[in-house]
Nanobody, 122 residues
Framework: QVQLVESGGGLVPAGGSLRLSCTAS????????MGWFRRAPGKEREFVAV????????SYADSVKGRFTISRDNARNTVYLQMNSLKPEDTAVYYCARSPVFSRSSDSYHYWGQGTQVTVSS
């Protein structure tokens, strides 16, 4: 059973930073593209960022480009999301997920973590 466990969420003032981590329970981690998504209260889940198998290729939602950085450490089975210059509109539950394809669509992702809450105060 694949498990993805997110951590690193919390409460931060606007302009602050957080680093989210997502650790996978299985060795095949390096065989999958990894993505971050988020769901804000009353809104649908939205794409945040994706990274390919090697970490050489990334893609970001326009709303976070230049502020967020996705990275991965295949030796640690972990993907990260460094979030800088946080805004109140970044408040959401953040989820990591894995996909066999490099995709911005949640339909391509088959395993999801439980989510970690990020709250940005104004």
């Amino acid at each position: 059973q694949v498990q993805l466990v997110e951590s690193g969420g919390g409460l931060v003032p606007a302009g602050g930073s957080l680093r989210l981590s997502c650790t996978a329970s299985e060795r095949s981690f390096r065989s999958y593209n990894m993505g971050w998504f988020r769901r804000a209260p009353g809104k649908e889940r939205e794409f945040v960022a994706v990274i390919n198998l090697s970490g050489a290729i990334t893609s970001y939602a326009d709303s976070v480009k230049g502020r967020f950085t996705i990275s991965r450490d295949n030796a640690r089975n972990t993907v990260y999301l460094q979030m800088n210059s946080l805004k109140p509109e970044d408040t959401a539950v953040y989820y990591c997920a894995r996909s066999p394809v490099f995709s911005r669509s949640s339909d391509s992702y088959h395993y999801w973590g439980q989510g970690t809450q990020v709250t940005v105060s104004s």
